[in-house]
């Protein structure tokens, strides 16, 4: 067969569309503690928060990683940056980066997750070719569920975005836990 060929059996043999199911969001649980449920999701999934003040940033990621050295932060908040980076860098160069620190725009209570964009990570793969990730957020940006999270980023501008719930981590292979294996060997949130 040619390719117009498979191409119009494709077409002519597609399933019938399916309306996408009704949610009723009055039935999610509104009066949890965002804040509490987003720790303690975030714990689950192996991730380490903690809130603190503002002004202690750089003190609490020294803390966490002393002994890290080859650093980028795309963030203003962080002054520990031992490598610059820009929209040109190229990605192959970033093998070595030990400690990553973005921001993320929006946290989601009920996973844990953090919405990392484009803008906060200036090169795509910073957040998964680090050895260890720092997130900074701020805890008015917390939303319930996938949904409201959903509902935040419709209006974006189209770009890269990436949700992050925890250190990268599979079990794919006889089901051995391994941490690390396609991002990040850490992630640490910071509530601000």
Known sequence: MGREAILKSVKQNKPELLQLPDIN??????????????????????????????????????????????????????????????????PHTLENIDLAILEAELGVSENGAVWVTASNSIVRVLPFITNDLVIILKKENICLHMLKAYDQIAERHRDFGVFVSGPSKTADIEQCLVVGAHGAMSLAVLLI
């Not at 750089?58 to 610059?84: C, M, P, Q, R, Y």
Request: proline share 0%; charged share 30%.
């Open 25 to 90: 969001e009055a039935s999610f649980e509104e009066d949890i503690n965002l804040l509490e449920t987003f720790k303690n999701n975030l714990k689950v999934v192996g991730g380490f928060v903690k809130e603190i003040d503002k002004k202690s940033i750089d003190t609490e990621i020294k803390v966490l990683h002393s002994n890290k050295t080859n650093i980028v932060s795309t963030t203003k908040k962080s002054a520990l940056g031992t490598i610059t980076i820009d929209k040109n860098t190229e």
